[in-house]
């Protein structure tokens, strides 16, 4: 490789930097936690921009009333507020279009990732940031670590919060700067003790949730990672568009490279301790395929396969590319991941290579200034087998060599001496030659380098032969012929050696396309499912496809694994497999066929694992009963590596489902314990209250006073009982023990007994009926029904004003009844009709919640779809009150 060769900047990257010198300039201060001082940090940098004679104006701040912060943004000027009313309340947010019209060099936008409100021109406040920087300003902005969108999960899971109000990664990495605001956990607590992040009530509760040491710790380094992480991005830029090569030596980076001699396995162990002796840095394995990995003993190829899985398996990453020029690679592939030490193994080479070529790791030496190279002997590698992975023997080379390959040469050779000896008497030796070259150029791409070196010479001994003076003799008397087939004889090892090369290039493109097409194909397809058994079954059957082999998929169910799926789907494990499986669950190693742990086990086992955690083992035998390839084992790994995500993708799933669902559960019992303390203990209270008052001042009160009373008791004994029925309906809905008694109810009737149960509710309030006489019979159950239309028929009451109308309206639409009940109370806001028919559910009325426990639309929708029916709430005609409609079958 020539090391002064031209290098250039990216083109990606010049482009990126040409687009960037329109925009404005986006820095970020970021931060663990609330409270560490992002804003503070902002507003001081403005401050400094400001007396450099920068045009800083504010666009939003958040001071949160904490007087530090207030005084540093006094003295800038301030953009008035945009206020924009939704549901009857004013709310403030920053006001865009004053921003582009006042056309300031720098905005301060507070809060980068909060969600502005319906009516605002973009829907979240980084959207507000880009269009400021589209127009060329430059913006100051703040951000917690726990809103960015690929942290929210791991946030989650750390603090048992789930964070809302997230931002795309893709806002992060386009920023220009980012400034890390760290403050240790114990400043920050002390900050909370002392009232300068929240008032004192909210520090404590924050204390005992979300800020607690071990979050704030876990937080805080997931800020320094992220900070790490883009500053490292911005050097790479930086490198790329200034065609800086590297290494810049900003931290330590480590690259082993691998090869099939026998050392791959310890120089992967090597890279991993030099690692974490420079203070756990990162490290990557690369192995470069060149023309003759096609060509290697089985054997080998699998060395070099478990070396790179050993390399994931310890931390690492693995890379895998396709080269002839091996040194270049290396240096080329270092430079552009910006490793600072390469680690290379000194292989053992005979007499005639060392004198032919230099080695790699001499050539790494001489070409590779600026890096530190470690050539590591490993002891004595072990010999090359051979295909079958035996060692190789003498008096064996007879039943290796290809014979068909050397008859099909010497025929190619037979049938260009006869196309020669039919156009000698037209055409000169050099043209002659040039039959003869190109059969050997089609032998060399279809048989490789040796076939084609044996054709070569029989070509040239033919030539000599058949078409030379003296003719049919091997003797040269003219100094031209020599010439001519001399020149022919390295011409054609020449196109042997292009022609094999090509084939092996070709060998290795195919074989590239194909394993990248197989692992498109599974992630495409495993990426299309969401269901854990969908997606185990989708796993074997890919897998059986690519590999021709039996594959097993076990998951662990508690303390053991079961089969979650198998193809073909009747095959079994015996006890032996069973048993290599559950030691390589256990272990998080493979095991079974072909490794060092339980080698007689039929199958061979790899622990799909996802992080420190194993999810699961894929169980696999070749159908042709040998060892999986070295190719196969490297394919299997990838897939394994993707089917560990995609399994550990649903158990997140899962995870989250349950806790909302525990989080529900939470919300509901403590909904029913309010409602069961507010709506038992209300009537009671009235009832023990008017029983206390009629024993003990009987005398005093007179008829009209004790039938109140009565009718005190009466009306809240009425009122306890419809709640407990209530609650017992409900009960039969959840269990599905709801069994409705079929019979024809006449609509009026219906609608009738409903009315004369409200009397007392309905009062004097008008009443307005729209029922045909001939309308059809409904199929269901009276005494459900009826409590249906008695619940909707209360609410109506309970909302609508004492002298407004209820309308009851019924008509027939095809297979159905279409029964209407509208008041013409306050209505129910527009985001809300579906939610009113959710257990415990309360519509706000004014700032508080309406009376009663919430249950008795979701009972009526419970038992409006027993029936086959449908209910809905809606507007009233005139956009006035509620309308719930309700849809019950007709008699057939």
Known sequence: ?????????????????????????????????????????????????????????????????????????????????????????????????????????????????????TGARHPKRYQDVMELLDAGIDVYSTLNVQHIESLNDIVARITGVTVRETIPDNIVQTADSIELIDLTPEELLQRLKEGKVYIPEQARLAMNRFFTPGNLTALRELALRQAAERVDEQMASYMRSHAITGPWPTSDRVMVCIAGDGQASALVRTAKRSAERRQQSSWLTLYIETHHHAALPEAVRRDIAQALHLSESLGGETITVASEDIPGEILRIARERNVSVIIIGKSQRSTWSKLSRPSVASSVLDMGGGFDILVMNAGETKRRPTTNGDIQTPGTWFTRIQWPAYVQATMVVIFASAIAWG???????????????????????????????????????????????PRYSLIIQRHEDFLTLTFFLVVAVAISLIGDRLQRQIHVTQRNAERTQALYDFNKAIAAVAAL???????????????????????????????????????????????????????????????????????????????????????VRPNEGNNLSPDQLHFLTSMAS?????????????????????????????????????????????????????????????????????????????????????????????????????????????????????????????????????????????????????????????????????????????????????????????????????????????????????????ICRGFIEAHGGRIAAQPGPDGVGTQIVIRLPVVK
């Open 1 to 117: 490789m020539n090391e002064n060769h031209d290098i250039r900047p990216s083109p990606d990257a010049l482009l990126e930097e040409a687009r960037r010198e329109h925009r404005g300039k986006l820095k970020i201060f970021i931060g663990a936690a609330p409270g560490v001082g992002k804003t503070y940090s902002m507003l001081r940098a403005a401050q400094a921009r400001k007396k450099e004679g920068v045009d800083v104006v504010v666009g939003i701040v958040e001071t949160h009333q904490r007087s530090e912060t207030d005084a540093l943004s006094e003295g800038l000027e301030s953009i008035s507020r945009q206020t924009i009313s939704y549901r009857g309340i004013d709310f403030q947010e920053m006001d865009i279009d004053a921003i582009l019209r006042r056309k300031p060099r720098l905005v301060l936008v507070d809060e980068l990732a909060h969600s502005n409100i």
């Open 533 to 619: 058994d969908e997606i185990v079954q989708t796993v074997v059957r890919h897998m059986a496809s690519s590999l021709k082999a039996r594959v097993v998929l076990l998951l662990p169910q508690g303390e053991r694994l079961e089969v979650g799926a198998a193809c073909p789907p009747e095959t079994r494990l015996d006890t032996a497999s069973n048993a290599a499986m559950d030691w390589a669950w256990r272990h998080g190693r493979p095991a079974g066929f072909g490794s060092d742990t339980l080698p007689g086990a039929p199958y061979y086992g790899l622990p799909l694992r996802s992080g420190n955690e194993t999810v699961g083992v894929l169980a």
């Open 642 to 858: 993707q089917s560990a995500i995609a399994i550990e993708r649903t158990k997140l799933v899962t995870d989250i489902a349950q806790s909302r669902l525990q989080t529900e559960t939470e919300r509901l019992r403590a909904s029913l314990l309010s409602s069961i303390s507010h709506d038992l203990r209300t009537p009671l209270v009235a009832i023990l209250g008017a029983t206390t008052s009629l024993r003990d001042y009987w005398d005093k009160f007179d008829d009209k006073s004790r039938r109140d009373l009565f009718s005190t008791i009466e009306d809240e004994a009425d009122r306890l009982n419809r709640f407990v029925q209530n609650l017992l309906d409900m009960t039969q809905l959840v269990s599905g023990g709801l069994a409705p008694k079929r019979q024809p109810i006449d609509v009026q009737d219906l609608i009738g007994s409903a009315l004369t149960k409200l009397r007392k509710q309905l009062g004097e309030r008008p009443l307005r009926l729209s029922i045909p006489d001939d309308l059809l019979s409904i199929d269901g159950d009276l005494s459900i029904l009826e409590r249906v239309f008695v619940n909707v028929i209360d609410n109506a009451c309970k909302y609508a004003p004492n002298d407004q109308p209820i309308s009851i309206n019924a008509r027939r639409e095809a297979n159905y009844i279409r029964l209407t009940i509208t008041d013409r109370g306050p209505g129910i806001p527009e985001e809300e009709y579906e939610r009113v028919f959710d257990m415990f559910y309360r519509v706000k009325v004014g700032s508080t919640p309406s009376s009663g426990a919430g249950l008795g639309l979701a």
């Open 423 to 469: 156009v000698a008497r037209i055409a000169d030796l050099p043209t002659l030659s040039m039959i003869y070259l190109i059969g050997i150029l089609l032998i060399s791409v279809d048989r490789g380098f040796r076939v084609s070196a044996y054709a070569s010479i029989l070509s040239f001994l033919a030539f000599d032969f058949l078409f030379t003076e």
